[in-house]
């Protein structure tokens, strides 16, 4: 059964992150816990998908749109809890027209919550006729979690929470997610009568299982994998689940063919591709949406921010972003590509160079200390180190062109806009400033002064 309603509960501040924005916005692998959530519950179709939103709400609204632009908004009120959270969402949803049949209910908190996971919960709650299910999953520490009570049957009865559990409640390691299906009728009447009476004094959306119970069936799902529905509360649990899922990432792209020599000190993205054999050495950070080809070599001590490393290509301890490198290229050490590069196959940019919007041609080489931006290189063109293209006038970003098969030598500045034909030679240190036709050798004659007894005699 299609879900009616999906509503994501992202109101809190989660103080226990000590940060000075919301808990919801903090990355994960590359996405904020928001969005991977939203991402996660949209994959399931809810004819629509709530984000309830409270502590800096203009901000995580604001997220939520870009993330999907046909979110609805329901603003909580000062009330707190999850279940004055459903109160306000189911509300604003009945102003809109009102729902009927199942409704999916996420804490926005489980950064790897997803749709497999969501989906089976969804058909085990229809299958079982229940009026709400609960997801659940078992944990060896369960310290902090809402405990899962059951009856004899198996039925849940109640979800304690941790503060409000005695000693035999709080050694049940069954535990809630915070994820559930209710019925929409069912759930409406079920928050209607929510009481703060707790430890707390918040409205606890878990008390609505108990008039759930009442008058329908309450069961219990149980996640497959706890990794999927584990909550992050501070940011020593968000490294120590951000390890473990990336170790999972590393072992996924090893066995896929990649060698990953060092997968403790590796850090991939969901979105990376990566090639077989392709070698991703230790430090390296692939992140967004790179693509890395077959053979490539990666690392050590690298970042590819959207970047495409084309097979055999080798990207050396340097910082690569939005930039294209071409097959059998080479990278560093100790380059820094910013956005809007693309290399031509066979090409090189050396040891401390560094690229901004420049395309280089097929075989040609950049090898070190030299800046290149703003620029149209051709095929087979060497430049020398220290080089420069002095692409901004102080008002707008000026391009340089430089033909193919050119020698370009050590110190030289490029004031754009200029543009070199092919096959030319300079001079070192030479300063272009105007066009230079092909098949032309150019130097700046420069006149070198001495001045004698320069310094003063007390600084010598």
Known sequence: MALSAAIVLAAGEGTRMRSNKPKVLHTFAGKTFLNRVM???????????AVVVHFQAERVAEAARSYDEHVTIVNQDDIPGTGRAVQCAMAQLAENGGIEGPVLIAASDMPLLDSDTLRKLVEFHTASGNGATVLTTILDDPTGYGRIIRDREGNVLRIVEQKDANRSELAVQEVNTSVYVFDAELLARAIADLKSNNAQGEFY??????????????????????????????????????????????????????TILDPETTWIEDDVTIGRDATILPGSFLQGRTVIGEDAVVGP???????????????????????HIGARTNIGPWTYLRPGNVFG????????????????????????LSYVGDAQLGDHTNIGGGTITANYDGVHKNRTVIG???????????????????????????????????????YSENTQHNVEGWKPAWER
């Open 39 to 49: 991402n996660s519950v949209a994959a399931l179709d809810p004819a629509t998908l």
């Open 205 to 258: 959306l878990t008390d609505a299982l108990e008039t759930a119970r009442s008058a329908g069936k309450v069961g219990a799902f149980t996640a497959p994998d706890p990794l999927t529905v584990e909550g992050v509360n501070d940011r020593v649990q968000l490294a120590a689940l951000a390890r473990t899922y990336n170790r999972r990432v590393c072992e996924h792209w090893m066995r896929e063919g990649v």
């Open 301 to 323: 001590y690298t970042t590819l921010i959207d970047a495409v490393v084309d097979e055999g290509a080798t990207v050396e301890r340097s910082r690569v972003q939005e930039s």
């Open 345 to 368: 196959e066979d090409a090189k940019a050396g040891a401390f160079v560094e690229m901004k919007k420049a395309h280089i041609g097929n075989g040609t080489k950049v090898p070190h």
């Open 404 to 442: 193919s098969g050119c020698h370009v030598g050590a110190g030289n500045l490029f004031v754009a806009p200029v543009e070199v034909g092919d096959n030319v030679t300079t001079g070192a240190g030479s300063v272009v400033r105007h066009a230079v036709p092909s098949d032309t050798m150019v």
